[in-house]
């Protein structure tokens, strides 16, 4: 069967970030770090799980292997991951086009923007480790972090995570020397490619400096008064 063979190779083909990012953000969706999220506003808790009970339905029996959900009294996340794939495939795209329209029926929106007092956007945080011998290290924080490895990365230099998901992921940038003057751990704030230009700005006129931006839109290094750095990431400039 032609039709069904060429939707089977459709849905194995890893998807660019742009594709990606491109078939979602006119949902209300956006692409963060490998994964698609939004926030449906909602007015109470009851209604939260209401919404949750609905869009884990349309996601069929396997809805734990690609979907999870923050439910809060005023708001909803939904965030969208192949777990065995480690990224955003196509049947992810495919439900987040199913849950806007469920949620589109139920008299409410799929939006980028959490909301809540001063609004900001979807976000992923990480948090990053300057190393020398990541191996070395990598057990300690795992350990008393209570984390452990992603999904699909278990290698001696591969990052840790939260396995219940609800702190950053640790990753830990390889050094060729010791920099005693720059902090060695910092934050990397992955927000949508449309909000790094308005989080920078904000940064700035918080009294913050830019300290490069070689490697934007991927990233720009900032830090605040003191030198503390911060990372504001995107996906763009990353697709060979």
């Known amino acids: ?18 594709e990606i990012s491109a078939a979602i953000s006119g949902l209300g969706w956006r692409f963060v770090l490998g994964v698609a999220r939004t926030c ?25 292997e690609r979907l999870w959900a923050d439910v809060r009294a005023d708001r909803l996340v939904l965030t969208l991951q192949s777990l065995s794939a480690g990224w955003v495939t196509g049947r992810e795209l495919e439900l987040a086009h199913q849950i806007s329209a469920i949620v589109t029926g139920l008299g409410l929106t799929t939006e980028a923007d959490v909301g809540g007092g001063a ?8 948090i990053a480790i300057d190393a020398l011998d990541i191996a070395a290290i990598r057990p300690f924080w795992k350990a008393v972090m209570g984390y452990a490895d992603e999904h699909g990365h278990s290698g001696p230099e591969d990052a840790v ?24 751990i910092h934050f990397d704030v992955s927000v949508p490619h449309d909000e790094a230009q308005r989080r920078i700005g904000a940064a700035l006129a918080a009294g913050g400096t830019l300290v490069s931006d070689a490697e934007a839109p991927a990233f720009w290094v900032l830090a605040d008064a003191e030198g503390n750095e911060a990372c504001v990431t995107t996906w763009q400039g990353r697709d060979s």
Do not use: H, Y
Not at 1 to 18: C, D, N, V, Y
Not at 119 to 126: A, F, H, K
Not at 166 to 184: A, S, V, Y
């Open 161 to 184: 995570a939260d396995p219940i998901g609800q702190c950053p992921t640790i990753w830990f940038q390889q050094m060729d020397e010791p920099r005693p003057q720059r902090n060695r």
């Open 40 to 64: 449906v506003r909602v007015e109470s808790l009851a209604q939260a799980a209401a919404v949750a009970e609905r869009v884990i339905s349309a996601a069929g029996p396997d809805a734990g």
């Open 1 to 18: 069967m032609p039709g069904m063979e060429k939707r089977t190779q459709e849905a194995s083909r890893k998807l660019t970030r742009q």
């Open 119 to 126: 609004p900001r956007s979807v976000q992923v945080l990480e």
